[in-house]
């Protein structure tokens, strides 16, 4: 079965550390895949997604990731956290054949100290 | 509107009521989904409809669950006989065409807080 996970319920980090998060995925074919970042009482909003091609993915607030076909992950990245990167991270998935259905993880809740 | 809309924001219904959970999409989306998000879990697919074509309904978790759409508006999520593992945030989304796996974004509402009591 297709499947998301994230292994890291709850992260806690310090400010102007650097914040790596883990997202493996499981599909039949190498799949679409998507980070999402939900702030408390906000909506979700897409952080980067990665389709074909380069396997390093840039993204909107400093965040990249990593697409790894050996180790079928898609860890998400950040080089120094801000205080505001405090919310819940989703990574999801699609497949190809199948776009209209995302797959989520269960979220990482990133906490940061000041 | 400017985003995907949702009502009510909240609910809260009794054990065995029937609920109706509303979600209006980005004008000219012809993509929208349905998703469940239970307290301290991801989110689970429910249903997603794409245009005029049958709809996806491999997500709903019993029959007391149905969603109904007319052309490219308004969405409606039925639950009857509501149960207590019912409660959770109900999100809608919406996309220009095609699904997430375009290269156009999913747009998500904030999302109806149901409690069953």
């Known amino acids: 079965a297709q499947s998301v996970t994230q292994p890291d319920i709850h992260i806690t980090v310090s400010e102007g550390a650097s914040l790596e998060l883990r997202c493996n995925y499981s599909y039949g074919a190498t799949p679409y895949l998507f980070w999402y970042v939900q702030s408390p009482g906000q909506g979700l909003q897409l952080l980067l997604k990665y389709f074909s091609g380069d396997t390093l993915v840039q993204g909107i607030k400093g965040f990249e990731a990593e697409f790894k076909r050996s180790q079928s992950s898609f860890n998400l990245r950040k080089p120094s956290v801000h205080w505001s990167d405090a919310a819940e991270y989703f990574c999801?998935?699609?497949?190809?054949?199948?776009?209209?259905?995302?797959?989520f993880g269960q979220g990482t809740t990133l906490q940061v100290k000041p | 509107g400017a985003g995907v809309s949702q009502s009510p924001s909240n609910k809260v219904t009794e054990k065995g009521k029937d609920v109706e959970l509303r979600c209006d999409p980005i004008s000219g989306h012809t993509a929208l989904y349905w998703y469940r998000q239970r307290l301290g879990q991801g989110l689970e697919f429910l249903i997603y409809?794409?245009?005029?074509?049958?709809?996806?309904k491999s997500g709903l978790p019993s029959d007391r669950f149905s969603a109904e759409r007319t052309g490219e508006s308004v969405s409606t999520l039925t639950i009857q006989r509501t149960q207590q593992e019912d409660s959770a945030v109900y999100l809608c989304?919406?996309?220009?065409?095609?699904?997430?796996?375009?290269?156009?974004?999913?747009?998500f509402g904030s999302g109806t807080q149901l409690s069953v009591l």
């Open positions: 999801a998935g699609a497949d190809p054949g199948n776009t209209g259905k995302l797959i």
């Open positions: 409809f794409q245009g005029n074509s049958a709809p996806d």
């Open positions: 989304a919406s996309s220009p065409r095609g699904g997430p796996a375009t290269n156009e974004k999913l747009f």
